[in-house]
Nanobody
Framework: QVLLVESGGGLVQAGGSLRLSCAASGFTSGGYAMGWFRQALGKEREFVASISWSGVSTDYVDTVRGRFTISRDNAKNTMYLQMNSLKPEDTGVYYC????????????????WGQGTQVTVSS
């Protein structure tokens, strides 16, 4: 069974930085793409970024491109999201997700989800 555990959320002022981590366990083999999604209060969950198993391919939502960087270390079974120049609109619960196959931006194709970590950006 694949388990995902996020960490690194918190409260930060606008313009600040945070680094989220997602520790994975239960990958029986390679080939898992992973992604970050977020959900603001009263809004639907939205795609933030995704990364291929190899880490070579990445994708970002336009609103974070150039500010956020997704990466992974398969030796540590951990994925990261470096968030710089944070804005109040980045506030929400951030979830990591995993799927067997190529990276995608649609939440419904991901099979495994973490419990989420809160990110709050104050103005």
């Amino acid at each position: 069974q694949v388990l995902l555990v996020e960490s690194g959320g918190g409260l930060v002022q606008a313009g600040g930085s945070l680094r989220l981590s997602c520790a994975a366990s239960g990958f029986t083999s390679g080939g898992y793409a992973m992604g970050w999604f977020r959900q603001a209060l009263g809004k639907e969950r939205e795609f933030v970024a995704s990364i291929s198993w190899s880490g070579v391919s990445t994708d970002y939502v336009d609103t974070v491109r150039g500010r956020f960087t997704i990466s992974r270390d398969n030796a540590k079974n951990t994925m990261y999201l470096q968030m710089n120049s944070l804005k109040p609109e980045d506030t929400g619960v951030y979830y990591c997700a995993a799927r067997k196959g190529v990276l995608r931006s649609y939440s419904y194709v991901y099979d495994y989800w973490g419990q989420g970590t809160q990110v709050t950006v104050s103005s």
